[in-house]
Structures are given as structure tokens and as C-alpha cells.
């Protein structure tokens, strides 16, 4: 199976855009939907990002999804940036098989 | 809205079992799979099981297969989760999410529920 490598820790200051990124180590990062997810502390996770680049309802434009064929990684932007949006976010795909890899999760800190 | 209350977790030994509920709302239930995803303290997410919107197709982690089952209650609007021979590694909280589509593919989620947790101890 793949590997979703993610940086452990990104910190910016309110107002400014913040770019989370998540590599596949093997296989295309285009060939299966790309999920990020949000979990504030002591909070269940919400989904910000599916499909690569949608937004489940309620969620704000300021967050935006996309991959890169060339570095296979996808991305999760944050731009606006405010103090709410602290928290740990994980992207999620799966194989063919419908076998789920998480990434190890990054640590956004808005100081 | 999506509402996803899961219930039946609580402390159990090694060995035993316990079943998790999932009760849904505010979406067309029986027109979307859905999964179980858990958490341990401390860690990222894992996926659990997933299950079609007819439960024509089930799906599990190799780390729950042959003990764990999944099933849902189109007519309740209900997700479950069968546990058996649970493990000290099973404790985590464990979450209902709401699938993308009708199928377990695509493998993701768009609606969390607020978990329910589950200990096993002696």
C-alpha cells in the first residue's frame, strides 16, 4: 500500500494563507480522491476538503483543495487565516480496494 | 443538516463484545454508504469498515476482519457496528461518517458524528 507524507507542524499569522501539503509515495496522487480533515482540540474531525477540491456545505471559501501531478502531493490552502483555524489537519485517500491511508496529520498554529 | 449521534460505547473487558450504534438525520440515509472510522488517544484517525447503501458491499481494516461487523437499518436510518473479541489496541473513540457516494468507493467522508468511546480493560 501508499504512504501520505505530511510536515508535522505550520504556523502563520492571522490573516495570512498557509499551504498543507500531502505527498503519495507510491502511485499517482490523481488516481483516487484526496479527503482533508480538520480537528480542533478536544473536537470529532470535520471534513474541509473532498474530492480533491470540493467543500461540504458551511465551509468557507478560504479553504481550497488541490492536487499537483508532478510533485504527486495535494494540497490544502488556508488563507484568511484566523485563530479558529487552528488545529490538526489530515488528508485521506484510499486504494481500489477501499482501503483508507491517513497522513500523519499537520499541526497549524495562528500566532 | 447532517446529524450523526453515535451511542454504545463504554468499558468492556478484553474478550468481550459491545455494539455501536450510529442514528442519522437530515439526509437521504439509505442513498449514501457509510463508515466507521476510530481514533486512538492521542493518534490520527483509522479506518474501521465501511458498507454500501444496500449493504450489498462491507469493507474492513485488516485489523478488525473476522471480528468485526458492520451492518445498517435503511429503515431506521441506523449504522452498526458488531465488535467482537475486543482487544486493548480496539480503544479508541470511534466515529460515524456519512460516505461520498452510494458505494464504498470513494473511500472518504463528508459528515462526522461526535464519537462514541470505547475501553476495553480488565
Known amino acids: 500500500n501508499f504512504m501520505l507524507t505530511q510536515a508535522h507542524s505550520v504556523s502563520e499569522s492571522p490573516g495570512k494563507t498557509v499551504t498543507i501539503s500531502c505527498t503519495r509515495n507510491s502511485g499517482s496522487i490523481a488516481t483516487n480522491y484526496v479527503q482533508w480533515y480538520q480537528q480542533r482540540p478536544g473536537s470529532s474531525p470535520t471534513t474541509v476538503i473532498y474530492e480533491d477540491s470540493k467543500r461540504p456545505s458551511g465551509v468557507p471559501d478560504r479553504f481550497s483543495g488541490s492536487i499537483d501531478r508532478s510533485s504527486n502531493s495535494a494540497s490544502l490552502t488556508i488563507s484568511g487565516l484566523k485563530t479558529e483555524d487552528e488545529a490538526d489537519y489530515y488528508c485521506q485517500s484510499y486504494d481500489n480496494t477501499n482501503h483508507w491511508v491517513f497522513g500523519g496529520g499537520t499541526k497549524v498554529a495562528v500566532l | 443538516e447532517v446529524q450523526l449521534v453515535e451511542s454504545g460505547g463504554g468499558l468492556v473487558q478484553p474478550g468481550r463484545s459491545l455494539r455501536l450504534s450510529c442514528a442519522a438525520s437530515g439526509f437521504n440515509f439509505d442513498g449514501y454508504a457509510m463508515h466507521w472510522v476510530r481514533q486512538a488517544q492521542g493518534k490520527g484517525p483509522e479506518w474501521v469498515s465501511s458498507?454500501?447503501?444496500?449493504?450489498?458491499?462491507?469493507g474492513y481494516a485488516d485489523s478488525v476482519k473476522g471480528r468485526f461487523i458492520i451492518s445498517r437499518d435503511n429503515a431506521k436510518n441506523s449504522l452498526y457496528l458488531e465488535m467482537n473479541s475486543l482487544r486493548p489496541e480496539d480503544m479508541a473513540m470511534y466515529y460515524c461518517a456519512k460516505g461520498l457516494g452510494r458505494y464504498q468507493l470513494p473511500g472518504g467522508v463528508d459528515y462526522w458524528g461526535q464519537g462514541t468511546l470505547v475501553t476495553v480493560s480488565a
Open positions: 458498507i454500501s447503501w444496500d449493504s450489498g458491499s462491507v
